[in-house]
């Protein structure tokens, strides 16, 4: 008997464990309810806010992999990603994340800083300073040197244990970089130039069975035509029907061409300026009419010259 009364003093004991364990199961169920209602209220509202800056970033640097603190503080350097909104405007951004417009216009490969779209989503890096994808067989040294900043601080806002420590293919943080002149140019739209202002009247691409290589800009006779950009004149006289041409070399890799000139301003082997007038609109070669034939080649590939006309 009192082997039976011991043994039931555990089991009711073990009941009110059970009744006490519902309940706190019951009320953990109702604050989880409770917690998902305000979590569906909440989120929505959330996620608009988050729709304009996201965070964490693209590119996340790992933390350091050993006991040896980095040779600098870390910068908290980052990338994060920014959707711009209806009146934005480059330097707003810029500012706003405490980089510089340049830095944030070559980081988004834009062609034209003064275009921004509504909607348009843009990395933004939140110090001055450019992204670098390492190649096989780049070293922090080289790349520090090549845009004249420090290796200790490459390593330190990327968080890389030592110059050996790179992948190829990972993109860093160059903190302060400094971008080149003519990357500055183009990302401003200040490279390219429109040699005549006109109307469009023939686009690159298919046209009778064939195709066309440039663009047609319509223009009267006698309309100075500038260079797209500066450049060396390594062509400037007739050639089949291009009429009169003028091509300008760029020097990296790309030419313009601009054909049907009436006369020309320019001789071979001249140095041009970006602007500079190159000859006169004309309708020499195979023309209907006065108007200046662009082209803009790459490896001497004819391109689309809109892609790279602001
Ligand atoms: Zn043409």
Same mark, same amino acid.
């Given at each position: 008997m009192v082997s039976g009364k011991c043994s039931e003093q555990p089991n009711r004991y073990e009941e009110s464990t059970v009744r006490l364990t519902r309940k706190v199961f019951t009320r953990g169920v109702v604050l989880c309810l409770a917690l998902a209602l305000v979590w569906a209220l909440a989120a929505?509202?959330a996620?608009?806010?988050?729709?304009?800056?996201?965070? /964490?970033? !693209?590119?996340?640097?790992?933390p /350091?992999?050993?006991?040896?603190? /980095?040779?600098?503080?870390?910068?908290?350097?980052?990338?994060?990603?920014?959707? @711009?909104?209806?009146?934005?405007?480059?330097?707003?951004?810029?500012?706003?994340?405490?980089?510089?417009?340049?830095?944030?216009?070559? !980081?988004?490969?834009?062609?034209?800083?003064?275009?921004?779209?509504?909607?348009?989503?843009?990395?933004?890096?939140?110090?001055?300073?450019?992204?670098?994808?390492?190649? /096989? &067989?780049?070293?922090?040294?080289?790349?520090?040197?090549?845009?004249?900043?420090?290796?200790?601080?490459?390593?330190?806002?990327?968080?890389?244990?030592?110059?050996?420590?790179?992948?190829?293919?990972?993109?860093? !943080?160059?903190?302060?970089?400094?971008?080149? +002149?003519?990357?500055?140019?183009?990302?401003?739209?200040?490279?390219?130039?429109?040699?005549?202002?006109? +109307?469009?009247?023939?686009?690159?691409?298919?046209?009778?069975?064939?195709?066309?290589?440039?663009?047609?800009?319509?223009?009267?006779? &006698?309309?100075?035509?500038?260079?797209?950009? &500066?450049?060396?004149?390594?062509?400037?006289?007739? +050639?089949?029907?291009?009429?009169?041409? @003028?091509?300008?070399?760029?020097?990296?890799?790309?030419?313009?061409?601009?054909?049907?000139?009436? +006369?020309?301003?320019?001789?071979?082997?001249?140095?041009?300026?970006?602007?500079?007038?190159?000859?006169?609109?004309?309708?020499? &070669?195979?023309?209907?009419?006065?108007?200046?034939?662009?082209?803009?080649?790459?490896?001497?590939?004819?391109?689309?010259?809109?892609?790279?006309?602001?």
């Amino acid at each position: 008997m009192v082997s039976g009364k011991c043994s039931e003093q555990p089991n009711r004991y073990e009941e009110s464990t059970v009744r006490l364990t519902r309940k706190v199961f019951t009320r953990g169920v109702v604050l989880c309810l409770a917690l998902a209602l305000v979590w569906a209220l909440a989120a929505p509202a959330a996620a608009a806010s988050l729709r304009t800056l996201r965070t /964490p970033p !693209i590119f996340i640097p790992p933390p /350091p992999v050993n006991d040896r603190e /980095p040779l600098l503080p870390p910068l908290q350097a980052q990338i994060v990603e920014y959707e @711009v909104r209806s009146g934005d405007t480059i330097w707003d951004i810029a500012s706003a994340f405490g980089t510089d417009p340049d830095s944030l216009a070559i !980081i988004n490969e834009m062609s034209n800083a003064n275009r921004l779209q509504p909607g348009q989503l843009l990395r933004v890096l939140n110090m001055p300073g450019l992204l670098y994808r390492v190649d /096989p &067989g780049d070293e922090v040294a080289d790349i520090a040197d090549a845009y004249g900043i420090n290796s200790e601080d490459i390593l330190a806002v990327n968080f890389i244990r030592s110059g050996d420590d790179l992948t190829v293919g990972q993109e860093i !943080i160059l903190p302060y970089a400094r971008p080149a +002149r003519e990357a500055v140019l183009a990302a401003r739209g200040e490279l390219w130039l429109w040699p005549v202002s006109g +109307r469009i009247t023939s686009f690159f691409g298919p046209r009778w069975g064939s195709f066309h290589t440039g663009i047609d800009i319509s223009a009267p006779t &006698g309309t100075p035509v500038a260079a797209s950009r &500066g450049g060396r004149v390594v062509f400037a006289g007739w +050639r089949g029907s291009y009429g009169n041409l @003028v091509i300008v070399d760029h020097r990296d890799g790309k030419t313009t061409w601009y054909a049907h000139l009436s +006369r020309f301003a320019v001789g071979t082997g001249a140095w041009v300026e970006r602007g500079q007038t190159l000859g006169f609109v004309g309708s020499t &070669g195979r023309s209907t009419g006065p108007h200046v034939h662009l082209e803009i080649r790459v490896h001497d590939q004819p391109q689309n010259p809109l892609n790279f006309l602001p």
